[in-house]
Protein backbone atom coordinates (compact mmCIF):
# COMPACT_ATOMS: atom_id res chain seq x y z
CA UNK A 1 0.00 0.00 0.00
CA UNK A 2 0.49 3.59 -0.54
CA UNK A 3 1.64 5.53 2.62
CA UNK A 4 2.58 9.73 2.01
CA UNK A 5 5.46 10.81 3.75
CA UNK A 6 3.23 12.66 6.28
CA UNK A 7 2.15 8.66 7.41
CA UNK A 8 5.75 7.64 7.46
CA UNK A 9 7.05 10.82 9.16
CA UNK A 10 7.53 10.73 13.35
CA UNK A 11 8.15 13.66 15.18
CA UNK A 12 11.24 13.66 17.80
CA UNK A 13 10.12 15.60 21.44
CA UNK A 14 12.97 16.74 23.66
CA UNK A 15 11.44 17.36 26.87
CA UNK A 16 13.65 19.36 29.70
CA UNK A 17 14.54 18.02 33.13
CA UNK A 18 11.97 17.63 35.60
CA UNK A 19 8.96 19.33 33.26
CA UNK A 20 6.92 15.91 33.34
CA UNK A 21 7.50 15.37 37.17
CA UNK A 22 6.04 18.75 37.67
CA UNK A 23 3.33 18.33 36.07
CA UNK A 24 2.13 15.42 37.20
CA UNK A 25 3.03 16.50 40.74
CA UNK A 26 0.08 19.27 39.59
CA UNK A 27 -1.91 16.43 38.20
CA UNK A 28 -2.32 15.12 41.26
CA UNK A 29 -2.95 18.01 43.21
CA UNK A 30 -5.61 19.03 41.48
CA UNK A 31 -6.75 15.64 41.92
CA UNK A 32 -9.93 14.69 41.57
CA UNK A 33 -10.27 17.30 38.40
CA UNK A 34 -8.69 17.48 35.37
CA UNK A 35 -5.80 19.65 35.23
CA UNK A 36 -4.44 21.54 32.25
CA UNK A 37 -1.86 24.07 30.54
CA UNK A 38 0.49 24.84 28.23
CA UNK A 39 3.69 23.02 26.97
CA UNK A 40 6.36 26.07 25.95
CA UNK A 41 9.86 25.53 23.81
CA UNK A 42 10.55 25.61 19.62
CA UNK A 43 9.64 23.32 16.86
CA UNK A 44 11.58 22.78 13.81
CA UNK A 45 10.67 20.84 11.27
CA UNK A 46 10.48 16.93 13.18
CA UNK A 47 11.39 17.64 16.24
CA UNK A 48 9.52 20.14 19.21
CA UNK A 49 11.73 21.04 22.66
CA UNK A 50 9.88 21.23 25.43
CA UNK A 51 11.89 23.85 27.96
CA UNK A 52 8.43 25.22 29.86
CA UNK A 53 5.18 24.30 31.16
CA UNK A 54 2.47 27.23 32.16
CA UNK A 55 -0.21 25.63 33.86
CA UNK A 56 -3.61 27.07 33.06
CA UNK A 57 -7.25 27.35 34.38
CA UNK A 58 -9.38 24.39 33.45
CA UNK A 59 -12.59 26.74 32.75
CA UNK A 60 -14.84 23.18 31.64
CA UNK A 61 -18.46 23.60 33.18
CA UNK A 62 -17.84 19.63 33.91
CA UNK A 63 -13.80 19.90 35.35
CA UNK A 64 -13.88 16.25 36.80
CA UNK A 65 -14.51 14.85 33.26
CA UNK A 66 -13.06 17.54 30.82
CA UNK A 67 -10.94 20.16 30.31
CA UNK A 68 -10.95 23.49 28.51
CA UNK A 69 -7.97 25.38 29.11
CA UNK A 70 -8.37 29.68 30.04
CA UNK A 71 -8.65 31.23 26.64
CA UNK A 72 -6.80 34.03 28.21
CA UNK A 73 -3.86 31.54 29.11
CA UNK A 74 -4.02 30.80 25.07
CA UNK A 75 -4.22 34.49 23.93
CA UNK A 76 -1.47 35.67 26.23
CA UNK A 77 0.99 32.67 24.98
CA UNK A 78 0.48 33.51 21.01
CA UNK A 79 0.21 37.40 21.89
CA UNK A 80 3.93 36.49 23.10
CA UNK A 81 4.80 33.99 20.44
CA UNK A 82 3.57 36.92 17.53
CA UNK A 83 5.61 39.86 19.57
CA UNK A 84 9.27 37.74 19.84
CA UNK A 85 8.28 35.30 16.24
CA UNK A 86 12.22 33.88 15.84
CA UNK A 87 13.75 34.44 18.91
CA UNK A 88 15.16 31.26 20.19
CA UNK A 89 15.47 32.57 23.79
CA UNK A 90 11.40 32.99 24.35
CA UNK A 91 9.50 29.98 24.37
CA UNK A 92 6.84 29.11 22.04
CA UNK A 93 3.58 27.42 22.44
CA UNK A 94 4.31 24.01 21.02
CA UNK A 95 1.42 22.20 22.35
CA UNK A 96 -0.97 21.47 25.40
CA UNK A 97 -1.21 19.09 28.54
CA UNK A 98 -4.33 17.95 30.35
CA UNK A 99 -4.82 14.88 32.86
CA UNK A 100 -7.83 11.66 32.84
CA UNK A 101 -8.25 11.77 36.15
CA UNK A 102 -10.18 8.39 36.66
CA UNK A 103 -8.99 6.97 33.52
CA UNK A 104 -5.80 5.98 31.82
CA UNK A 105 -3.64 8.20 29.39
CA UNK A 106 -4.84 7.10 26.29
CA UNK A 107 -6.39 10.14 24.43
CA UNK A 108 -10.30 9.68 23.90
CA UNK A 109 -12.53 10.63 21.22
CA UNK A 110 -13.20 14.40 22.48
CA UNK A 111 -9.34 14.90 22.84
CA UNK A 112 -8.35 13.56 19.30
CA UNK A 113 -11.70 15.79 17.99
CA UNK A 114 -10.70 19.00 19.85
CA UNK A 115 -7.04 18.56 19.62
CA UNK A 116 -4.99 21.11 17.24
CA UNK A 117 -3.32 19.65 14.13
CA UNK A 118 0.69 19.69 14.47
CA UNK A 119 0.23 20.64 17.67
CA UNK A 120 2.03 18.39 20.53
CA UNK A 121 -0.31 17.08 23.34
CA UNK A 122 0.65 15.61 26.64
CA UNK A 123 -1.96 13.62 28.63
CA UNK A 124 -0.88 12.07 32.13
CA UNK A 125 -3.16 9.89 34.20
CA UNK A 126 -2.20 10.29 37.82
CA UNK A 127 -2.26 7.93 40.65
CA UNK A 128 -4.09 4.81 39.77
CA UNK A 129 -2.30 4.63 36.69
CA UNK A 130 1.18 5.33 37.93
CA UNK A 131 1.44 8.66 36.65
CA UNK A 132 1.08 6.94 33.61
CA UNK A 133 2.25 9.63 30.68
CA UNK A 134 1.40 10.00 26.43
CA UNK A 135 2.63 12.15 24.28
CA UNK A 136 0.45 12.45 20.71
CA UNK A 137 -0.26 14.33 18.18
CA UNK A 138 -2.08 13.87 14.91
CA UNK A 139 -0.61 14.76 11.35
CA UNK A 140 -3.68 14.35 8.47
CA UNK A 141 -5.83 11.94 9.79
CA UNK A 142 -2.96 9.77 11.37
CA UNK A 143 -1.91 9.60 15.12
CA UNK A 144 1.35 9.75 16.35
CA UNK A 145 2.01 8.61 20.04
CA UNK A 146 4.59 7.23 22.76
CA UNK A 147 4.05 5.97 26.51
CA UNK A 148 6.72 8.62 28.23
CA UNK A 149 9.66 7.25 29.92
CA UNK A 150 9.09 9.56 33.06
CA UNK A 151 12.15 7.73 34.92
CA UNK A 152 14.16 8.93 32.06
CA UNK A 153 13.04 12.16 31.94
CA UNK A 154 14.29 12.56 35.72
CA UNK A 155 17.47 11.81 35.12
CA UNK A 156 18.86 13.53 31.78
CA UNK A 157 18.57 17.41 31.31
CA UNK A 158 17.53 16.38 27.74
CA UNK A 159 15.06 13.66 27.22
CA UNK A 160 14.38 12.22 23.88
CA UNK A 161 11.02 11.01 22.56
CA UNK A 162 9.99 9.76 19.36
CA UNK A 163 6.41 10.02 18.01
CA UNK A 164 5.77 7.26 15.24
CA UNK A 165 2.74 6.73 13.37
CA UNK A 166 0.66 4.20 15.50
CA UNK A 167 -2.89 4.43 14.09
CA UNK A 168 -4.89 5.79 11.43
CA UNK A 169 -8.41 7.84 12.64
CA UNK A 170 -11.35 7.97 10.92
CA UNK A 171 -13.31 11.31 11.08
CA UNK A 172 -11.26 12.23 14.06
CA UNK A 173 -11.97 8.95 15.90
CA UNK A 174 -10.03 5.84 16.65
CA UNK A 175 -10.86 2.80 14.14
CA UNK A 176 -12.31 -0.43 15.33
CA UNK A 177 -9.55 -2.38 16.82
CA UNK A 178 -8.46 0.35 19.42
CA UNK A 179 -5.18 1.69 20.85
CA UNK A 180 -3.06 -0.35 20.24
CA UNK A 181 -4.31 -1.63 16.74
CA UNK A 182 -1.31 -1.15 13.92
CA UNK A 183 -2.09 2.30 11.79
CA UNK A 184 -4.05 1.26 8.95
CA UNK A 185 -3.33 2.31 5.29
CA UNK A 186 -5.49 3.86 2.34
Known amino acids: MNRSSNQESS ?3 HIG ?3 LEKIVERANHDLPYETCGLLLGWRRAEEAFVTAYAPARNVSPNPQDAYEIDPGAILKQLAADEKYPNDDQTPHLVGVYHSHPRGTAQPSDRDLAECWPDMLNLIVAPKENQN ?3 FFWHNHGVLHATDVDREASTTAELTRFSLRPTI ?3 RGHIQPGGWNAKMKTE
Open 17 to 19: KGI
Open 168 to 170: RLH
Open 11 to 13: LTV
Open 132 to 134: QCI
